[in-house]
């Protein structure tokens, strides 16, 4: 089941995993993201920290573009986090390859959840990729966001996950998605139920 729920991710009870919008240097301390490694304190930061050092050891980035990575939630009203880095659309060389981009994020974040045990999963809990401070347009980003995650948990592979809850306070992304849902709710699901949770 996918809902929307416009609400602050970091006081949302009652999931199993969290996920965040990361920038590639695992560093929170932007948009959403800085929020949640706020709440998440310190040993959300150290464990950021241990993975950047482990991957730049090696010459990388820490968590560039299209990639995920898992930690504890620490501090977190949840088990696990799982910290994605969509598109930076402030940056031009992103902007143009987006939708590429915004797939392989959330297919990176599918891959994090698959390594979880299904009692672990139950419910995920996550900001929508790319639509805070990276300034994906929202419009496309609804249409694709709602496009991927669908074909996702209606794939013939049980994913174990049994709910899938975008919660969000970007107003334009919810604006965009209602006119999304509106201009197709023939071919999609549900009902908007946005209101009960101001």
Known sequence: MLKVIFADITRFEGGDVM???ANNRLAGREG????VHDAGGPGLRTACDAIAAERRAKNLQPCPAGTAVTTGAFDL???KLIHVTGPDCRRPNQDEGRRDLLRQSYEAMFMELAK???EEKQTVVASPLS???FVYPHREGARLTMEILL???DAVE???VKHYLIVTREQNFITNLKTIYRESEDQLP???STREYR
């Open 77 to 79: 009203p949840a088990e």
């Open 116 to 118: 979880l045990k299904d």
């Open 131 to 133: 639509m805070d401070i």
């Open 190 to 192: 549900g009902f908007d």
């Open 19 to 21: 996920v965040t919008t």
């Open 151 to 153: 074909t996702w948990l």
């Open 158 to 160: 049980d994913a174990g």
């Open 32 to 35: 959403v993201d800085g929020l």
